[in-house]
Nanobody, 121 residues
Framework: QVPLVESGGGLVQAGNSLRLSCAAS????????MGWYRQAPGKQRELVAF???????NYANSVKGRFTISRDNGKNTAFLEMNSLKPEDTAVYYC???????????????WGQGTQVTVSS
């Protein structure tokens, strides 16, 4: 198991910013990619952004130009800087990590517990 601990959610007004953090604890694995997904009430979970070990980044069209994903590889931590927030960004945001276990070479995918982001108009 690779626990993912998220932080940084909250309630903000439209146009403001929030920064989410996700830290993967432990040391017996290598992280291949980390990303953020979100799920609004009554909607399916959707990809927001992800970043690979090689630095490749992908964003959902709805957040391009407003959100920035980054990683601190030395600390197994990912960040999501969210600017110009809109009410439609309101959702529970989940961190995701794709890892390879050092001992077995098996790849797994882990999820954080989710953090609520609410944007008021």
């Amino acid at each position: 198991q690779v626990p993912l601990v998220e932080s940084g959610g909250g309630l903000v007004q439209a146009g403001n910013s929030l920064r989410l953090s996700c830290a993967a604890s432990g040391s017996s694995f290598s992280i291949n990619a980390m990303g953020w997904y979100r799920q609004a009430p009554g909607k399916q979970r959707e990809l927001v952004a992800f970043i690979t070990n090689g630095g490749n980044i992908n964003y959902a069209n709805s957040v391009k130009g407003r959100f920035t994903i980054s990683r601190d590889n030395g600390k197994n931590t990912a960040f999501l800087e969210m600017n110009s927030l809109k009410p439609e960004d309101t959702a529970v945001y989940y961190c995701n990590a794709e890892v390879t276990m050092d001992r077995t070479g098996i790849q797994y995918r882990y999820w954080g517990q989710g953090t609520q982001v609410t944007v008021s108009s």
